[in-house]
Each structure stands twice: as C-alpha cells, then as structure tokens.
C-alpha cells in the first residue's frame, strides 16, 4: 500500500471497495508452494471473504490452511503531468487497491452452496430492472454438477489495507484537470473516482 497517509482507506472503506469490485486476486503461500487464484468473493456478516474456484485449479491443493492476501484494483489509470495546471510535475498513476490477508478454510458443501446463491443474488440485483435470475432456472441434475466441480473457501481476515491515490495531493485546479482530461479520453470511471475522492 502506498505510505502517505493522505491516501489511505480504513477498514469499512476497504470492505465496501472489496464489496463493489467482487473480483479478487487470491495470493496464497503455503507449504506446498504459492499460487493465485481469481475468483469472484461475497462478503459474508463476519466481514470475511467466501469464493470458490474449479476444483481442477492447479492452485486449488493449495488453498486449504494456507494464509492468504486477497487484492482488489477495480480502477487505475496513468496520469499525465500535461493535464495538470501547476507547472514542475511528473507522470503519475492513480488508483484504488485494497487488500485483505488472513487464514483460508474450506467451506462445507452447504456453505459453498450458500455462497454461490449470495454471489448470483448481489449480482442479478444489480442487473436491475432486468428480471432476475436464480437457481431455481436450473435443472437440479446440472446443479449438482456444477457444485461438484468447484470447491468453496472462506478467508478469515484478520488485516484490512487499503490506498485510493486520486490526487487528492494535488491542489484543486490540478485534480479536475486531471478528471476533466480523464472524461475526455474515456475513462469516466477513474474521472469520477478522482472527483469523489476524500
């Protein structure tokens, strides 16, 4: 994480960015090796992150009792010195990263089960007005099927970090140049990131 402290998020902003993003890099590190796994999460009321993989990932073995960093990026981008007003500056990147370490365990089939349904459910809701989709659309055999070729784990976490480094920096002519030149080469999505920053 970056060190300055003008850029640091604390927990509850870290579970809400893990939360929006939903898409994880999973590093694990054990005694049988490191790997990476990526895989959607949920967030369970714990506050801990549940994901499940193909069961013929070659990380998979892996993955029980191992510890764990689970990272989050869901927006980045370079930032050119032309689009700041204060002359004297030099090419940046902007970003938002979280990370959450902790212990991984496997989940129990109902768990796994559990845990699929709360990721279609997040994710149908924000297909909204869209009609939504659910288990019950699927035949129970191809159900079963699936459930048998994916393997279910929780991260138990135990540290939350986080950086949002948008400029907030910078003096406040500098930033929305740098939001203004970020809509213009379409990258809304960092532009309004910059724009809401604390």
Known sequence: MHPDPAFRLDDAACRDVAHAAAFAHVFVHG?????????????DEAGDLRFHCSARNRVAP????????????PVDGYVSPD??????????????????????????????????DALG?????????????????????????MVAAIEGYVIRVEAWRGTAKLS?????VDRAGVADALDASGRDDLASAVRTAR
């Open 168 to 172: 907030q920096n910078k003096p406040t």
């Open 31 to 43: 005694s049988r090796g490191a790997g990476v796994i990526h895989a959607p999460c949920t967030l």
């Open 83 to 116: 689009w700041y007003d204060t002359a004297g500056q030099v090419p940046t990147w902007n970003y938002v990263a979280v990370e959450a370490e902790g212990q991984i365990e496997r989940l129990s089939r109902d768990a796994l089960i559990a845990q699929v």
């Open 62 to 73: 892996l993955l029980p009792g191992a510890r764990a960093i689970a990272s989050f990026s």
């Open 121 to 145: 459910d997040e994710h149908e809701a924000r297909l909204a007005p869209k009609p939504q989709w659910t288990r019950d659309k699927l035949p129970v055999a191809a159900f079963e099927r």
